[in-house]
């Protein structure tokens, strides 16, 4: 872990899991992080726990206006942006013969079209060489049931990750993602009923090679490496899944 005294970061999806542990490994090397989050009983907790350094904003990553006022709000705290971390993302499970045009048009706006334009109001303020990370899923290249809609948008971002690396590689910004494996962050109990998410967890756990799920300390170094260690690196998806995506 590096010292980042002086850079600042913006963490979308901030205010808890890895997006959270991620805040607080780069607060605590010295940087100042703005998060976001829909909830704000969930962002001042947060809040709390990072101390001075951290800026916590409530914003819908599927609301344009949000995210327009997200960029000021940035551009306010800190002028210009060394790393930005896009993590907000939501899941949901149906079969496929169920889904509802309701739940497909949750899911790609929060997961795809959020975003996409985070990216876009947010790049004017990064700085040339700052890092952009996505985060997408093992879901993404894997026929995983119930999920299918998730994956789909899932594997957007993936395009994208390409596209915007493709398209800011002329102001040296790097654009990559993480791939996460199941990581046991919450968000499967906060999202389906409870013998569901049980259930559901333990399949990720047996047919996880490592047979377990990952830290959010795992992903948050990951995330850390992407934004300001691979220098050379642009358009790349890094797989932080326990060899899920690989064996």
Do not use: C, H, W
Not at 33 to 43: A, C, D, E, K, P
Not at 53 to 59: C, E, F, G, L, T
Not at 184 to 212: C, H, V, W
Not at 232 to 239: I, Y
């Amino acid at each position: 872990m590096g010292s980042y005294k002086g850079k600042n970061i913006v963490i979308t999806g901030g205010s808890s899991g890895f997006g959270l542990t991620t805040a607080r490994l780069f607060v605590d090397s010295g940087a100042r992080v703005l998060i976001t989050g829909r909830n704000r009983s969930t962002l001042d907790t947060a809040r709390e726990q990072l101390g001075s350094n951290a800026i916590a904003v409530q914003s819908d990553a599927a609301s344009l206006p949000d995210i327009e006022a997200l960029a000021k709000r940035v551009a306010t705290e800190f002028g210009l942006l060394d790393a930005l971390f896009v993590n907000a993302g939501v899941t949901a499970s149906a079969p496929f013969e169920s889904t509802s045009p309701d739940i497909y048009d949750e899911l790609f706006t929060i997961n795809a079209k959020g975003p996409y334009f985070t990216v876009q109001k947010l790049a004017p303020l990064l700085r040339e060489g700052a890092g952009v990370v996505l985060t997408t899923s093992v879901a993404n290249i894997k026929g995983i049931e119930m999920i299918s809609v998730y994956a789909a948008s899932k594997a957007a971002l993936r395009s994208m990750t390409r596209s915007l690396a493709r398209e800011l590689l002329p102001r040296g910004i790097r654009v990559n993602a993480i791939s996460p494996g199941p990581v046991d962050t919450g968000i499967l109990d906060r999202s389906m009923p409870p013998e569901t998410a049980k259930a559901m967890k333990q399949e990720f756990r047996s047919r996880n090679p490592m047979q377990r799920f990952g830290l959010s300390e795992e992903i948050a170094t990951a995330v850390e490496y992407l934004a300001f260690g691979a220098t050379f690196t642009t358009g790349a998806e890094l797989p932080v899944d326990g060899g899920a995506s690989q064996l």
